[in-house]
């Protein structure tokens, strides 16, 4: 099992950055997927990014690359995704999501981000 706690989210406004955590516990040696989705109101749930361990090989959905970057600190088995020039599309709650290598996915509770002004 896998517990994940996300942290970070608030309301900023246009053109502003946000960073969000997403610390793991429990049974962690065995992820090898890290990643981030959203979901607005009314949508479906979307991908945003992830990255693979241990290549370290990241991926961007195309509305976030260039703006958004994600990281993650294996001291801390922490991920990480910083948000830059965001946009009022932005705004959804964010989902912190792993899987492990036997294909078993684990979710966070989200965060909500809004992006006002």
């Known amino acids: 099992q896998v517990q994940l706690v996300e942290s970070g989210g608030g309301l900023v406004q246009p053109g502003g950055s946000l960073r969000l955590s997403c610390a793991a516990s429990?049974?962690?040696?065995?992820?090898?997927?890290w990643g981030w989705y959203r979901q607005a109101p009314g949508k479906e749930r979307e991908f945003v990014a992830a990255?693979?361990?241990?290549?370290?090989?990241?991926n961007y959905a195309g509305s976030v690359k260039g703006r958004f970057t994600i990281s993650r600190d294996s001291a801390k088995n922490t991920m990480y995704l910083q948000m830059n020039s965001l946009k009022p599309e932005d705004t959804a709650v964010y989902y912190c999501?792993?899987?492990?290598?036997?294909?078993?996915?684990?979710w966070g509770q989200g965060t909500q981000v809004t992006i006002s002004s």
């Open positions: 999501n792993v899987r492990d290598r036997g294909g078993i996915a684990y």
């Open positions: 429990g049974s962690t040696f065995g992820i090898n997927i």
């Open positions: 990255v693979l361990t241990p290549s370290g090989i990241s």
